[in-house]
């Protein structure tokens, strides 16, 4: 028998998925990421979405005014495809540093999505002007026809979006975000070094029994939508795999809590003040602390073709337990996990 660590020391990680929103909010959750990660991939769902170099630099110039001092973190950017998307506008948000990514919203498939993507043949000279330049495409991978049952929707795509737009742009970079399904899991492992893709926490920890059995739990609600039990488990083998094609995107998605807490509540989980420690506590659950590293810090810029962040972080073995609420002016976040205890806590 091993002897259990009581701390973990890895290089300093990225989070290549999440929601920063703006204003109170930006101010109150920017922390608990830029606290943990060097970089992360900032969606640009805002209202209104960020769909040009001037909105990119000004979100930006946003996001660096709420850092806290101390804090060396580096917001990458995204532009948010729209069917009238100019690829030069594109072309010159990523040639000259700011946009990192472009993403790819399917028409109303999720949080301030409405003025997504109506079908790829209308981008399809943004995706061809991408591919030249080795821009990354990051996918919510949904359908979003009525009659698809939720549950059915990340599978869905898989066969009638993702094949036929890979197929006609093989060299185009993508990461599948979020992936919640052994569909998706099996697809990108078969696939070839262009594709990648990110897990959140609650999709590695839990399945729809979590949100459902018992009283529903809205802060578990989120989209993709959590799957069956097998499918969780799907995740959680191919990151005990160590295949270098999955890495780290926590899809911290704030909500405030009474808009979570309503008859028609909001889909998102905040998990920045919580992620790290519940990854962690997942790989160590599945023997795999060996790969744990190299999702959190390593597979991410590879795949992106960026360098690894120097500087490290430490995880020490020492049960904490989550705040039940986190305030944001009059109004309150409940963070992921809330009121539990976690094993690992940040040093
Ligand atoms: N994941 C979610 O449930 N919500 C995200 C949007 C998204 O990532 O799909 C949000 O912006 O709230
Ligand atoms: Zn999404
Ligand atoms: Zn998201």
């Known amino acids: 028998m091993t002897a259990q660590p009581q701390q973990l020391t890895l290089r300093r990680p990225d989070d290549w998925h999440i929601h920063l929103r703006d204003d109170e909010m930006l101010n109150t959750v920017l922390p608990y990421?830029?606290?943990v990660n060097g970089r992360a991939i900032v969606m640009p769902n805002l209202v209104p979405p960020v769909t040009s170099v001037a909105a990119g630099e000004a979100y930006r110039d946003r996001i660096l005014a709420a850092l806290p001092a101390g804090h060396a973190f580096t917001p990458l950017m995204t532009c948010y495809l729209t069917d009238s998307l100019d690829p030069d506008e594109l072309e010159r948000g990523?040639?000259?540093?700011?946009?990192?990514a472009a993403k790819l919203y399917p028409a109303h498939a999720t949080t301030n999505s409405s003025h997504g993507v109506t079908?790829?043949?209308?981008?399809?000279?943004?995706?061809?002007?991408?591919?030249k330049l080795g821009m990354p495409l990051l996918i919510h991978g949904e359908v979003t026809?009525?009659?698809?049952?939720?549950?059915?929707?990340?599978?869905r795509f898989i066969e009638t979006v993702m094949v036929p737009l890979r197929s006609q742009f093989p060299a185009l970079k993508v990461v599948m975000e979020h992936i919640t399904t052994q569909d998706a899991a099996d697809y990108v492992a078969a696939a070839d070094e262009t594709l990648g893709a990110t897990i959140t926490p609650q999709h590695l920890m839990f399945n729809r029994?979590?949100?459902l059995v018992g009283g529903i739990r809205p802060h578990l609600y989120c989209l993709p939508i959590l799957k069956r039990n097998v499918h969780q488990e799907a995740l959680r083998k191919v990151v005990a795999s160590g295949n270098p094609r999955f890495f780290l995107g926590t899809d911290t998605a704030p909500h405030l809590r009474h808009l979570k807490e309503a008859s028609c509540g909001c889909a998102?989980?905040?998990?920045a003040p919580t992620s790290l420690p519940a990854y962690a506590t997942v790989f160590e659950e599945l023997n795999a602390l060996e790969h744990f590293e190299a999702f959190c810090s390593e597979n991410g810029p590879r795949?992106?073709?960026?360098?690894?962040n120097e500087g490290t972080i430490t995880l020490v073995r020492e049960p904490w337990q989550v705040p039940e609420s986190i305030a944001l002016g009059s109004h309150a976040l409940v963070p992921f996990l809330a009121g539990e205890t976690l094993n690992w806590r940040i040093a």
């Open 33 to 35: 990421t830029s606290a």
């Open 94 to 100: 990523f040639t000259s540093g700011l946009f990192t």
């Open 119 to 131: 079908n790829i043949a209308s981008i399809a000279r943004v995706l061809e002007r991408m591919q």
């Open 145 to 155: 026809d009525a009659h698809v049952d939720i549950f059915d929707r990340e599978a």
């Open 209 to 211: 029994n979590h949100m």
């Open 268 to 271: 998102g989980v905040f998990n």
């Open 303 to 308: 795949f992106y073709g960026l360098p690894l």
